[in-house]
């Protein structure tokens, strides 16, 4: 069955640090991966997605950035952080097409 | 407006009640649609697909009307458990718009 991992659940960065969260799927080939962003009390915001190995498409300008390595590993990544950055991260992934996606844990980031 | 709108609530109902939630959405060319639950400081988990012929999976109910463009979700004899937001998702050409979702508790 397939998995994904997320890490690290929860991070404390101050302003103007550099950031890199992790995401690999397992038990699939070729997935659609997606990085987003939940606000508190708000819904989700599409920030990346990809389709395959070095094919980023970017939904939000911002400070953000990501990159897909390998066929199964999603980062993202900032080289300097905004306060404004604060939020869930959720990484998910999905077979090609239409299908359902499936999230990890998420990740959990407060900027100081 | 925005693309797929969903009543925030929150609906306040007792064990036993039931519940339903619905979902209107804009791009008539979107082609698939799902339910997902989401507990508190959690990730969004896949609750049902909504197929056109309208779909149950034990006390949970989906339907999708595309002349009107919403989608709906039933949840019978709710149990304390079903306390969560319901978010609804329309899919188009690999991308998922979300609702913001509904948040149901449910009281003893």
């Known amino acids: 069955s397939q998995t994904i991992h997320q890490w690290p659940a929860t991070l404390v960065q101050p302003v103007g640090s550099p950031l890199s969260l992790e995401c690999t799927v397992e038990?699939?080939?070729?997935?659609?991966l997606y990085w987003y962003r939940q606000a508190a009390g708000r819904g989700l915001q599409l920030l990346f997605y990809?389709?395959?190995?070095?094919?980023i498409s970017s939904e939000v300008p911002q400070n953000l950035s990501a990159s897909r390595p390998q066929d199964r590993q999603f980062i993202l990544s900032s080289k300097k952080l905004l306060l404004s950055d604060s939020g869930f991260y959720l990484c998910?992934?999905?077979?090609?097409?239409?299908?359902?996606?499936?999230f990890g844990d998420g990740t959990r980031l407060s900027i100081l | 407006r925005k693309e797929v709108e969903q009543d925030p609530g929150p609906f306040n109902v007792p064990e036993g009640a039931t519940v339903a939630f619905n979902c209107t959405y804009s791009?008539?060319?979107?082609?698939?649609f799902f339910w997902y639950r989401q507990d508190c400081r959690k990730e969004p988990k896949l609750l049902m697909s909504?197929?056109?012929s309208g779909n149950e999976d034990g006390r949970f109910t989906a339907q999708l009307n595309r002349a009107s463009q919403y989608i709906s979700l039933l949840i019978r004899d709710s149990k304390l458990s079903d306390s969560a937001t319901y978010l609804c998702?329309?899919?188009?050409?690999?991308?998922?718009?979300f609702g913001d979702g509904t948040t149901l508790t449910v009281k003893p």
């Open positions: 998910a992934w999905s077979q090609q097409g239409n299908q359902p996606q499936h």
């Open positions: 909504v197929y056109s």
């Open positions: 791009n008539s060319a979107s082609q698939s």
């Open positions: 038990g699939t080939s070729n997935p659609n």
């Open positions: 998702v329309v899919r188009n050409a690999g991308k998922s718009t």
């Open positions: 990809s389709v395959g190995i070095g094919q």
